[in-house]
Nanobody, 124 residues
Framework: QVQLVESGGGAGQPGGSLRLSCVASGDFVTVNAMGWYRQAPEKPRELVAAISDADGRIRYAESVKGRFTISRDNAKNTVFLEMKSLKPEDTAVYYC?????????????????WGQGTQVTISS
């Protein structure tokens, strides 16, 4: 099994900052791309930011460019999301996502995993 455990959510004020962390653990060969998604009430889940493993390519949602920074520590299978200049519209449940390679015998397969979500609420 593979587990993704998020931390760092909570309440903040407009203009403030929060930092999310997500650690992948369990039975896997490698953690490939990792990312953060969010889902606000009555809205579909959307990509916030994603980072690849080998070359570190990054992509952001237009709404967070210049305010959020995604990074990862490959040695610790951890992905971070530094959020600055927060706005009320950033309020959502934030989910960590990871593409993980697992091995069964001589066969390697890639799987998609999600964390349990962490609430971020921005209000004055």
């Amino acid at each position: 099994q593979v587990q993704l455990v998020e931390s760092g959510g909570g309440a903040g004020q407009p203009g403030g900052s929060l930092r999310l962390s997500c650690v992948a653990s369990g039975d896997f060969v490698t953690v490939n791309a990792m990312g953060w998604y969010r889902q606000a009430p009555e809205k579909p889940r959307e990509l916030v930011a994603a980072i690849s493993d080998a070359d570190g390519r990054i992509r952001y949602a237009e709404s967070v460019k210049g305010r959020f920074t995604i990074s990862r520590d490959n040695a610790k299978n951890t992905v971070f999301l530094e959020m600055k200049s927060l706005k009320p519209e950033d309020t959502a449940v934030y989910y960590c996502n990871a593409h993980v390679t697992r091995r069964s015998g001589n066969i390697r397969s890639m799987y998609d995993y999600w964390g349990q979500g962490t609430q971020v609420t921005i209000s004055s």
